[in-house]
């Protein structure tokens, strides 16, 4: 928002409009600038009117407490000046609709500005004109309630024990007995505003806040917690067109199944299927392939293009260990560059032969048959080894293995598009879903939070204090969690960014996901040490940890420890989150952040940590993984601020 912090957002106000700005010596200060988080209570009834508000960006809502009407203030209006016109106390509340950016204005500064400028002084008069036409149209409206709800809040002591939230008992001069509210059904609601502010007024409260509490006690040293194949009907075959030696376009899927080599014409295999599940397609192909071949051993792997490599999806004996090949060695390489089937009879006389790369699954036989598969623009999507017992193919058999190839690489394409556009649908439906649910939940919350703002204002006891603003804290964090979804899906990398000290953030992002981890049988421990500034958003800054955190617990099943330490290093701030899950391997690590990575239970949890890399990265920062025996780091960079 720095961009709009300029003289020119002042011009633009309503306030000066037609006012010739030169003329009235204007005291611009760029301190004098407010930012307000969506829910935050600027200023209620009862306090003194020292400013007015030019709402730079964003939306305000305001209420009168004379009537029972909501005025809402947008980009360019202004308001809270009709109390300093009056010269009396505030007799409204503002509460920000929205993330706002505010100028004020003193008291005294606009009234020299008033004496000195005829044309602000009637933009002034016109606003208070409007404002009170809208008084007028809104007394005009009866008030369907006939008698004012009467809640007595002394009348029993409270059944809330507190005991349970804290270790010291405090004494109460006013409690308040939820049970004793009765609303009665198709009622008006009961203005609470207005009640507790006749009780703030009546006690003279002298402890009144205008922030809430956000910073807990330091809490230094606590611990917080301890196949065979698909089988399709003949009538629902997939329409694939393949080359034929006799008519290249001639549909062979209107003719027969699949190719079939001569040596394997059966009726053993159905046609293949593309899916959006890989691994079951390659393992279908390789399938497919050892029948055509009359082999028993082989392995499949695909083409990343991010690491030039290619990695197994599938083989045979299934290995616990997944690995990865290199594109510019041994035979396989050769296959990847000139895209063509190669024969390898007597493979390990081949000059070109590399054990570690070319050999499948340890392979004891004659010939190693590698196959790519390619796209339609002839690029690599993979490669098939296939051990072979034959030392000698016919021009035929060489011909079945390339219509198989074609096939298999059309089958293979299908199933990348139908995953890739499954990726793009599920990210679609997290937003949809994501803004349906923050529709229902946002104004509920939002009210906790008001409330929850007004109640800090009394002069209660400090372990309540912090009781409702833990609440508040929550009702945030809701709508964080399901705001980073939407902007995760969107693509949405605007943030609102403050300099802040990065181990006073960290304490509180700890207490906030105390209650979290503990509930998933989870001990945190922490050792901060990077007493330094940092530039980032606070609150998607602890929606990020929240995902990791819940992805460390994902993966420990039977609960443990997770623990956070932060350093300095360099020009970063580096945070280290650690826990010790045993199912993250060494071969995980680049797979970790894709929505799709599924545990052993093939449930999906990788979408927890790529949300996270994309609220750090938004915020320059970086973030990797680190596995070892003892179980798995996760590294946090952000830079220090200057």
């Given amino acids: 928002m720095n961009s709009i912090k300029n003289i020119d957002s002042i011009k633009s106000n309503d306030l000066f409009k037609g006012v010739d700005f030169l003329s009235i010596n204007f005291p611009f200060d760029a301190k004098n600038f407010e930012e307000l988080k969506e829910g935050d209570l600027l200023y209620s009834a009862g306090q003194p009117a020292n400013f007015i508000y030019l709402l730079i960006e964003g939306e305000v809502k305001v209420k009168l407490t004379s009537i029972k009407r909501l005025f809402f203030k947008s980009s360019n ?37 008033l004496n000195e400028s005829p044309a602000l002084r009637l933009n002034l008069l016109n606003e208070q004109k409007s404002d009170d036409d809208k008084k007028i149209e809104s007394t005009k409206i009866e008030d369907p309630t006939p008698k004012k709800l009467n809640l007595n809040l002394e009348s029993e002591t409270t059944k809330v024990d507190i005991n349970q939230l ?42 009144l806040k205008t922030q809430l509490i956000d910073n807990p006690d330091d809490m230094s040293n606590w611990i917080i917690t301890e196949e065979l194949l698909d089988t399709i009907p003949q009538n629902k075959k997939l329409q694939i067109k393949q ?7 001639k549909d062979l899927s209107n003719v027969s199944t699949n190719p079939i080599s001569k040596k394997n014409n059966d009726d053993r295999f159905k046609e293949l299927k593309p899916s959006s599940d890989i691994k079951k397609v390659v393992k279908d192909i390789l399938e497919f392939l050892l029948l055509k071949t009359d082999s028993q051993v082989g392995a499949i792997y695909l083409f990343s293009p991010e690491m030039q490599k290619l990695e197994e999806i599938y083989q045979t004996n299934e290995s616990v260990y997944k690995g990865k090949k290199s594109i510019k060695e041994g ?77 298999c690489s059309k089958i293979l394409q299908q199933s990348l598009n139908i995953k890739s556009n499954a990726a793009f649908s599920r990210k679609s439906e997290l937003y949809q879903i994501s ?49 980073a979804s939407i902007d995760f899906s969107e693509k949405n990398t605007k943030n609102k960014l403050e300099v802040v000290n990065f181990d006073e953030t960290m304490n509180n992002v700890l207490t906030f996901l105390s209650d ?9 421990f922490k050792k901060l040490g990077c007493d330094e500034k940092v530039k980032i958003d606070t609150r998607k800054f602890n929606v990020a940890c929240y995902y990791i955190s819940r992805f460390a617990c994902d993966v420990m099943k039977q609960g443990g420890n997770l623990y ?79």
């Fill in 331 to 407: 035979i396989t390489g050769l296959v990847a560059k000139e895209k063509e089937i190669r024969f390898a009879v007597s493979f390990l006389k081949d000059i070109n032969y590399n054990q570690e790369i070319d050999r499948p699954n340890d392979f004891v036989g004659d010939t190693i048959i590698f196959i790519p598969f390619v796209d339609d623009n002839n690029n690599l999507l993979g490669i098939a080894q296939i051990g072979s017992n034959e030392t000698g193919f016919t021009k035929s058999d060489e011909n079945n293995i390339k219509e198989h190839a074609f096939y």
């Fill in 166 to 207: 804290v270790n010291s008992v405090p004494k109460y001069g006013t409690t308040i007995d939820i049970d004793k509210i009765e609303i009665h059904n198709y009622e008006q609601e009961p203005d609470l505003d207005a009640f507790i502010q006749q009780k703030y007024l009546e006690s003279d409260n002298k402890s």
């Fill in 516 to 524: 979290y981890v503990e509930s998933r049988n989870v001990k945190l």
């Fill in 243 to 249: 080359p034929e030696e006799k008519s290249p376009s």
């Fill in 77 to 113: 209006e202004f308001f809270g000046e009709s109390e300093i016109l009056e010269d009396t106390d505030r007799n409204s509340s503002a509460l920000a609709n929205s993330n706002c950016t505010l100028y004020k204005i003193e008291k005294n500064v606009l009234n020299r500005l």
């Fill in 435 to 483: 803004n349906f649910i923050i529709q229902d939940v946002k104004a509920p919350l939002l009210t906790v939070k008001h409330y929850s703002s007004i109640l800090s204002r009394f002069d209660l006891p400090e372990e309540v204090k912090k009781v409702i603003s833990l609440l508040s804290g929550q009702t945030n964090s809701i709508i964080d969690l399901l705001q």
């Fill in 564 to 642: 956070f330490s932060s350093q300095v290093e360099g020009a970063n701030a580096v945070l280290i989150i650690k826990d010790e899950n045993k199912f993250i391997k060494a071969n995980h690590v680049e797979k970790v952040f894709d929505p799709d990575f599924d545990n052993d239970n093939d449930e999906k949890i990788g979408l927890s940590l790529a949300i996270s890399k994309f609220i750090i990265e938004s915020m320059h920062g970086t973030i990797k993984v680190q596995v070892d025996d003892s179980g798995t780091r996760y590294l946090i960079s952000i830079p220090i601020s200057s």
